[in-house]
């Protein structure tokens, strides 16, 4: 996508749903249902001057990453509790009753806060939903694999006339020109542990505790690291001194160690080890 153009995607639940079928009818309606891989190619254009421009920043499901809250926190200069307040709203996934934040809306127009006449006013540090449109990604666990399995598919939606420009894409150019890798690589413990949690189904229980501590680990790196340093954590499980080091000082590091842990406490994944003298019950 060239620079100038503002973008988003429908639904981010989409991009962790392999199963079409349990998309809403209206969802559905608007996707071609191709697989198509990183070589795989599309025709999309999206600029300022299109007679759509600006269309599909309303009345959207724009799910927040933990690293599009990074970015746009930064950005804004704001704390998470502020961003939070102002920006986004929680929502919990159908499947694996995990609490997510959403793009809040403006209540009247139904617009992204970012969207101005000009444009996405956060371009550089839009997120990663809005990287990846017209392309979803969806995203499968594997059971008894340590990886998951991705493919894409192309979004139409009528209001959008990008399709009918003439500008060819792979799915790979596509991405890298959107810079999506590094943000999907930042969010990489982020969506295993979603995977993880919805093809666990109710083998899994989830209690409201951890929910809380994952919407945390979400959103709010500077609470998790409080609850690392200022709690009896560092009592019970057994970090080196350079990742103690790193948590002190890396908000990415604190995201990734998040996941690790909670991982750790769903899963029984062991990424966070036990202090051998600690409690066996290490849930908070
Ligand atoms: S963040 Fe920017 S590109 Fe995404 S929906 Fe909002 S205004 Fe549009
Ligand atoms: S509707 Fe499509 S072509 Fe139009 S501005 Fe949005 S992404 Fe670009």
Known sequence: MSEENPHHDRDQALHLDP?????PREV???????????????QFRCHSQIDCFNTCCSNIEIMLTPYDILRLRKRLQISAEAFLYEYATPYTLTKGQLPVPLVRLDPETGKCPFNTPEGC??????PVTCRYYPIGLAL??????????????????SFCHGHQEN????????????GSDGYDERNQGWMDLILKRRSAGDEVNTSLQLSEFFYMASTNPDEFRRF????SFLKRFDLSEETIERLRTDDEAVLEFAFDWLKTILFGDRKVALKPDACKKTTP
């Open 121 to 126: 006013s956060v371009y550089e540090d839009r």
């Open 140 to 157: 499968m666990h594997k059971q008894n694999s340590k990886g998951n399995e991705a493919f894409y598919y192309l979004i139409k939606e």
């Open 167 to 178: 500008q060819n894409w792979t799915i790979d150019s596509w991405r890298e020109d959107q």
């Open 228 to 231: 690392v340093f200022e709690s």
């Open 19 to 23: 199963d079409m079928r349990s998309m």
């Open 28 to 42: 559905r309606n608007i996707l071609q249902p191709v697989r198509m891989e990183g070589d795989s190619s599309f």
